[in-house]
């Protein structure tokens, strides 16, 4: 059992090297598919074969089985969970156990979700995470909290929080453009100094209208583009913003992977906006929100793709929704 200065140095070894460790981390399943030639995990049946309205998927809300992780010789003395322990040593500006919709079941466009919190999430992929990194500097020998875990594509295995990461496409004749959000590592519990697509939120709410993809979205897109504090149980049927944002998008969902250091399962969307309607609803676009940086305006070419995608340290659901956008850009691109 690790003193709490042992577990500080593992988390700063996993925070600087977050990018590298999950690059590694692939090799652990060598027979899992990866999307799009990243090192983002996927399992068949998540990926449609070409881009699928948003509209077009359905959901359910189930009943969530009971889930205890045993990671307790990672943590200090005194620590139950590993949340605990990032709440007292290590919390980052944003770190708060809300309610989400944990992933159950995907049959073709029917997903099925069961209810959840944040921690959920934090307990196991941070956790073996953390046990990753402590291998690699040598600190243990083995990872058995990783191997209890063993498919991380298998819903059954751990709870599932998702994230919808949403690749956010401006699109103009003369050149479309796209935007990325570098994660402050201050700031963020999860892929802090990485780049990553923007608006990204993990799937949760409070209330029945809260069960939809599309308005969580609506959520992340005002708080994280344009810096709107966080928005709880909102009438989407009377704010003016979801009702302009909804007519003025067209969104599409490209596929589900998972993070081979973390866990992060991430459904991967696109939002195509043309031009004009993009700069009258984000004409006061932020160039810093509560998460990190807004790198805006980068357009949406062969070589952006390919240096977000290989050469920068950018989580691997954002290099592989951007990969896969690239792919499918015909059909994304048309009006």
Not at 272 to 293: I, K, M, P, Q, Y
Request: a negative charge.
């Amino acid at each position: 059992m690790p003193t709490s200065a042992e577990w500080l140095e593992v988390r700063a070894h996993l925070l600087e090297h977050r990018h590298a460790l999950a690059l590694k981390a692939v090799s652990e399943y060598p027979s899992l598919p990866k999307v799009a030639g990243t090192p983002l995990l996927t399992t068949p049946g998540w990926m449609p074969s070409s881009p699928v309205p948003l509209a077009d998927l359905s959901l359910e809300l189930g009943r969530s089985p009971a889930f205890s992780p045993d990671c307790g010789t990672l943590l200090p003395d005194g620590f139950g969970s590993y949340s605990e322990a990032m709440a007292a040593l290590a919390a980052p500006t944003v770190f708060q156990n809300r309610e989400t919709y944990r992933l159950l079941g995907f049959t073709g466009r029917h997903l099925t979700f069961g209810l959840g919190t944040y921690f959920d999430g934090i307990d196991v992929g941070e956790a073996c995470a953390h046990e990753y990194a402590a291998l690699s500097t040598g600190r243990i020998s083995s990872l058995p909290l990783r191997s209890s875990i063993g498919d991380p594509c298998d819903l059954t295995a751990r709870p599932v929080n998702v994230a919808i990461s949403t690749l956010t496409i401006r699109h103009d004749p003369s050149g479309s453009t796209f935007f990325l959000h570098w994660r402050d590592p201050k700031r963020v519990g999860h892929a802090g100094g990485m780049y990553q697509v923007l608006p990204v939120g993990v799937f949760q709410g409070a209330q029945n209208s809260d069960f939809s993809l599309w308005h969580c979205m609506i959520r992340e897109f005002a708080e994280e583009l344009l810096g709107v504090p966080e928005i709880h149980a909102p009438d989407y049927g009377t704010w003016p913003f979801a009702a302009s944002l909804t007519a003025a998008a067209r969104v599409y969902y490209l596929g589900t992977g998972v993070d081979p250091l973390t866990f992060a399962t991430d459904m991967l969307t696109v939002a195509v906006f043309e031009a004009s309607r993009f700069d009258a609803l984000f004409g006061d676009l932020v160039s810093h929100n509560e998460e990190g940086r807004v790198l805006e305006g980068l357009p949406f070419t062969a070589a952006n793709v390919e240096r977000f995608v290989h050469h920068e340290p950018t989580q691997a659901a954002g290099a592989a929704l951007l990969s896969l956008a690239w792919q499918h850009r015909a059909a994304l691109l048309m009006s």
